[in-house]
């Protein structure tokens, strides 16, 4: 549009003519009735383009001279039409909003509102009928409680004036207080239609649950074109002074008399319309910048200190890198179907036996001693009861040893938790004091098991604990002291007496340059990604899920499959095409079983030209049954013909046996009852319609549960399958066929689908391939190796050939 039809707000000037030429109708108030001597009103319907959106609406404001408050219903709906475009467009993309009705985690942020806005809700509120009015008064006057009390009244009274990293501050210890909006009733908006803009254009894709947490990381908000800015300059004082917090509105609307100027309503929206261009190129208000190139200063959003700086000095960054790679971490449970179980209000972990860096340890007597009274002087006394409790255990001299030493006492901890003490940063309602400045420890620890397992009560929680794949940042940074060739051992602090041991002893680092101690911090954490994460390439590696509870290989890069360089794919792909690596990695882990038999004095007995195996029935995935069927449509003809020919021929020969009704059944709910059904199908004879002249005429793209059926008993006993009298054994599986069959159902389900191979062909045809899922090759490769873990056999893959005897 063309420039500005209106002078800048506040500042005298002509009143320009008004644009819009439309039927005019008096306005009506939330009750449907026109309000007595109504102004004269404009209607007009808009088509406007919006940052990449075409957003189309209708307006209704007054062409008299009006405050710009009194516009804010016609900027309402232009949000909404925004919004509204916005989510259809995510729609498209295939995500959608999770925001719903009674989630009202986001109400407990700081929200920051502009000067007309503020005037709007005092109005709001005024209007209002009684008790109504009264109660919401009081939420307001608690709120102001809470916040001089805290120290953060006047910080939220003046928003506009504060940097980008004192708002960050703010946020983190305003979030802390658990201070709900004051229209916030039952955890819904109780003026849902008057909220203002910036509420409007706060949606989020991720799990609503983790707004209840946001500095720990994970919000994936919608992409929205920021409206809510446009009213930023209306009212600002020359000190910038142009936003605060929703929960003060009234204190601010109180403390500045309206003198906002009057203007024809059609003019403030000339005046909004033509200021759209000027909203920033990105939707999304700019967060902390992810490790900008062209400021060698910055590293993970974080600037570094300038000069020689103490260890604790570089803790910010250490908390930034370690938040990327839980991020990250994160991202890739999620990728794999599993999520992160920790949640808002569960502390199990906070009665820990927690241990500190050096360094951490005097950051945190830092930290506490700029929180404001009385929380300060109430976390001293927790620190001083914990330490009194710890001073009278009888095995206080133990964990001295275990701190100096760090050898392992693996009875220790439950002992430790037994004392039943909470960590003294933890407040009364069950939050971290200090969350944006917890350890790097408790940062990097997330478990995707049930979070009752984290209480650590019995040995068997311990065996049901997982925790989150993260890079050791927290290992890496209590190393950062020492001297490059120094022995990797460190002092280490519990954080209960963390307070008492910074008093006895001054902080004592070497002084260095913050891209000294970065590049110290990449050494320490001996991985080369490291190296890269910190000069602003790329963030510590996470390392990937492991099968077998840590033994055996690990994904490697995107290209590469896990630890056996196995090639995958490029780009997004469907779950046929990573057939290919699944059986690589197939045939590496029966690689590795064979070494193991034959170490123990065995040998395999299956050789080419024994089909035995190939007259049971074969349960193949879903994923082998199309590819199978695919397989076969490629085959010239005749022989095409031939193998459809053998498939009919197996298939009519079940349906004429006694084992028909039985075996329907076991295909689709098998169960313990069916176990002599797969006997009874190879009583039957039935050759794999595969097999030829005693051989499998796909012998590369067979099954992966054909590749995992080795035996190292005679091969005559596979002959004589199901007899009680002979015995069959099996090299040890890693049931990779098993994780296959579940890729594609959720994490945790017990039961897939499953195809007999003789019916590959028919259920082919029967179900064909819609909207078949994308992702990366190392995302299913990962999605793999999870399920794996989970399968139901999962024990024998980890059992040795010493513990069996190999008859696994």
Not at 215 to 239: C, D, F, M, Q, Y
Request: glycine share 6%; net charge negative; proline share 9%.
């Amino acid at each position: 549009m063309a420039a500005p039809l209106l002078p800048d707000p506040g500042e005298p000037g002509a009143e320009p003519p008004a644009q819009c030429n439309t039927a005019r109708r008096p306005c009506m108030t939330s009750s449907g009735m026109a309000p007595p001597d109504a102004p004269q009103v404009a209607s007009a319907n808009l088509r406007l383009r919006v940052g990449n959106l075409t957003v189309q609406g209708r307006i209704t404001v007054a062409t008299g001279p009006v405050k710009p408050q009194a516009v804010l219903p016609a900027l309402q709906n232009l949000v909404n039409a925004v919004v509204t475009a916005s989510e259809q467009e995510l729609a498209d993309t295939g995500y959608s909003v999770s925001c719903k009705a009674g989630c009202g985690a986001c109400c407990r942020q700081p929200v920051p509102i502009s000067v007309p806005e503020a005037y709007f809700i005092r109005d709001l509120v005024e209007a209002m009928p009684e008790p109504r009015r009264a109660a919401v008064k009081a939420r307001f006057g608690a709120a102001r409680e809470r916040l001089q009390a805290a120290g953060l009244h006047d910080a939220a009274m003046h928003l506009g004036q504060m940097s980008v990293p004192d708002l960050q501050r703010l946020d983190a210890a305003y979030f802390d207080l658990g201070l709900a909006c004051p229209f916030l009733e039952d955890e819904s908006c109780s003026i849902h239609a008057d909220r203002p803009l910036i509420c409007r254009e706060y949606l989020v894709t991720s799990p609503a649950e983790r707004c209840a947490r946001p500095h720990a990381g994970g919000i994936e908000r919608v992409a929205i074109p920021k409206l809510s800015l446009l009213l930023h300059p209306i009212g600002a004082t020359a000190k910038g002074d142009s936003t605060m917090a929703l929960s003060v509105a009234l204190d601010w609307a109180d403390a500045h008399p309206d003198t906002l100027p009057l203007h024809k309503g059609t003019d403030w929206v000339q005046y909004f319309l033509s200021r759209l261009g000027e909203l920033p190129a990105s939707s999304e208000p700019p967060p902390p910048p992810v490790r900008p190139t062209a400021d060698s200063d910055v590293v993970a959003g974080v600037r570094l200190p300038a000069g020689d700086v103490a260890a604790s000095a570089m803790l910010p960054v250490i908390q930034a890198l370690a938040d990327e790679g839980v991020r990250a971490a994160v991202a890739e449970v999620e990728a794999i179907g599993d999520r992160v179980s920790c949640r808002a209000g569960c502390n199990a972990c906070c009665h820990h036996l927690v241990t500190v860096s050096v360094a951490e340890a005097h950051r945190l007597a830092d930290v506490v001693a700029r929180l404001p009274e009385p929380r300060q002087a109430a976390a001293r006394r927790r620190f001083a009861a914990a330490g009194q409790v710890i001073s009278g255990w009888d095995r206080v001299g133990e964990l001295d040893h275990l701190l100096a030493t760090a050898e392992s006492k693996p009875d220790l901890e439950p002992a430790f938790m037994a004392l039943g003490l909470a960590c003294p940063l933890l407040e009364e309602d069950g939050r971290c004091a200090i969350y944006e400045e917890r350890p790097l420890v408790c940062r990097e620890y997330l478990v995707t098991s049930d979070p009752r397992h984290c209480a650590f009560k019995d040995d068997d929680d311990a065996r049901h604990l997982r925790r989150l794949p993260v890079a050791m940042v927290a290992t890496a940074a209590a190393q950062l002291e020492l001297a490059d060739d120094a022995p990797r051992h460190y002092d280490r602090i519990d954080i209960f007496r963390a307070l008492a041991w910074v008093a006895g002893h001054p902080d004592a680092s070497p002084r260095l340059p913050a891209r000294r101690w970065l590049e110290r911090f990449a050494l320490r954490l001996g991985e080369s990604q490291a190296a890269a994460a910190v000069t602003g390439r790329r963030i510590p590696e996470v390392p990937a899920l492991v099968p077998f509870g840590g033994r055996g290989p690990k994904p490697a890069e995107d290209d590469t499959g896990p630890g056996f360089d196995i090639p995958m794919p490029p780009g997004a792909v469907s779950a046929e095409a990573m057939l290919p690596s699944f059986r690589a990695y197939t045939n590496a882990l029966v690689a590795n079983a064979v070494e193991q038999v034959v170490a123990a004095g065995k040998s395999v007995s299956c050789r080419a030209g024994c089909g035995a195996c190939c007259s049971q029935s074969v349960p193949i995935s879903t994923v082998e049954a199309r590819r199978l069927a695919a397989l076969v449509e490629a085959i010239p003809e005749p022989r095409r013909s031939e193998i459809r020919g053998r498939f009919a021929e197996t298939e009519r020969r079940i349906a004429e046996s006694d084992l028909a009704a039985d075996y329907d059944r076991w295909v689709t709910h098998s169960s313990a009852r069916d176990r002599h059904i797969p006997h009874d199908y190879f009583k039957l004879g039935i050759p794999c319609p595969f097999l030829e002249a005693g051989s499998c005429s796909i012998y590369e793209e067979r099954p992966l549960v054909c590749r995992e059926y080795l035996v190292t008993t005679p091969a005559e006993n596979c002959s004589r399958y199901g007899d009680p009298t002979t015995s069959i054994e099996l090299v040890p599986s890693a049931f990779t066929h098993l994780a296959l069959r579940h890729l594609e159902t959720p994490s945790g389900a017990r039961t897939a689908e499953t195809v007999p191979l003789s019916r590959a062909l028919s259920w082919a045809a029967a179900h064909p391939a819609t909207d078949a899922p994308l992702h990366p090759a190392r995302v299913w490769m990962n999605r793999f190796l999870h399920r794996l873990e989970n399968v139901k056999n999962y024990g024998y893959a980890v059992r040795s050939l010493s513990e069996d005897g190999g008859k696994s």
